[in-house]
């Protein structure tokens, strides 16, 4: 038996050999295209050139694009495309660091990118901490590089007189008990006013319409209600117990009992130079006098705040804070003397 075999007619051969073409010039069009797009993106990986350095604030929250954009802005990348695609390939995005950063044009992408995901800002943090006098207060933004006459300028409360949150507030008292604990970002160019701004502008925030809608409910202004939640600060470091606290304050303020707290008795010794003493009569002991001291302790924290506008329902009058941080709280003051006795010796004798 005999087999043909088939051959292309000439119009077949024709049209696979120009096919053959089609796919060979493609294929080379893709090589230059991919090298040219290679070549292209590792130029955009490259320093734009230059001295001197840039800051840049990245915010909480801000997508690449957005960071891209302000880099290119400030002429410290080629190609905001370059950066996006460098950071999502090099699996970056989700590290990315809010911060403010000092960059330089003689840096490139791979170096930006470093710096951004291992956080190294070139801020410094400046630290309120809860529970400070104003005093503490001024002291510790000297301590962390403010100059004393930019402090003092930075806590003069006459500047500050019109925001809502001063409201019950006597114009000739300080700022005491009003800066937020918290810390706060400090450039080169960070004066003590913005610290103190961020900080009054964080207690704002928290004076939310449940805060003060609160205070209202249990007789107080905003001034009225900061002072308790400073004490209750002072007085009881677990957050738990505050709100008993409070209830005990409101209580004993309600029925013309004196407040009997031993911190704003320390506030008004300490302030006249003569240390801590609860025999020391003062405005603000609340061992003698009764009603509120005249101006917060210190400042406040969150937990305080609420329980000052939640407080709980009890039929508490008394408290004592034991060795061990426990707040152990009754009725009578038999009841409280004995658990004083029992559970605060070390506390109790200072």
């Known amino acids: 038996m005999k087999y043909r075999v088939h051959r292309p007619n000439t119009k077949q051969r024709g049209w696979l050999r120009w096919a053959l073409i ?16 290679w070549r292209t993106y ?25 960071i891209a954009t302000k880099l290119k802005t ?22 990315l660091q809010a911060g403010t950063y000092d960059f330089s044009p003689s840096q490139g992408v791979p170096e930006i990118v470093a710096k951004l995901t291992h956080g190294k800002v070139a801020t410094s943090l400046v630290t309120i901490l809860p529970g400070q006098r104003l005093d503490q207060i001024r002291q510790s933004l000297i301590d962390q590089g403010f100059s004393e006459a930019d402090v003092d300028a930075a806590l003069e409360p006459s500047q500050y007189a019109s925001s809502p949150i ?11 008990g009003y800066l937020y604990p918290d810390s706060f970002q400090k450039t080169a160019n960070t004066s003590a006013k913005t610290i103190v701004q961020q900080s009054l502008a964080e207690m704002q925030q928290h004076l939310t319409p449940d805060i003060l809608n609160g205070f209202k409910k249990q007789g107080l202004d905003t001034y009225q209600g ?19 606290a409070a209830q005990v304050f409101l209580k004993r303020l309600k029925n013309g009992i004196a407040l009997g707290s031993d ?9 006249a130079g003569v240390g801590k003493d609860v025999t020391y009569d003062t405005p603000y002991n609340t061992r003698i006098h009764t009603g509120l001291p005249p101006t917060p302790i210190s400042n406040v924290e969150e937990s305080a705040l609420q329980a000052v506008a939640h407080p ?4 508490w009058l008394f ?22 006795a029992k559970y605060c010796h070390k506390l109790c004798q200072e």
């Open 22 to 37: 089609a796919v060979t010039v493609l294929a080379a069009l893709a090589l230059i295209a991919a090298a040219v797009l």
């Open 42 to 66: 590792n130029e955009g990986l490259k320093p734009v050139g230059g001295s001197g350095t840039t800051s840049i604030t990245i915010e909480q929250g801000e997508s690449v694009p957005d």
């Open 74 to 95: 400030a002429n410290l990348i080629r190609s905001e495309v370059v950066f996006a695609y460098y950071a999502k390939f090099h699996n970056a995005s989700q590290y």
């Open 166 to 176: 001063f409201a019950g507030k006597p114009a000739a008292n300080n700022l005491e």
């Open 226 to 244: 900061l002072i308790i939640a400073s004490i209750v600060t002072k007085e009881v470091t677990n957050q738990d117990d505050r709100a008993q």
């Open 263 to 271: 911190v704003t008795a320390y506030y008004g010794s300490i302030l």
């Open 312 to 315: 709980a329902s009890t039929d």
């Open 319 to 340: 408290f004592v804070t034991g060795d061990d941080g426990t707040t152990y709280f009754s009725k009578t003051v038999e009841e409280h003397e004995a658990l004083a």
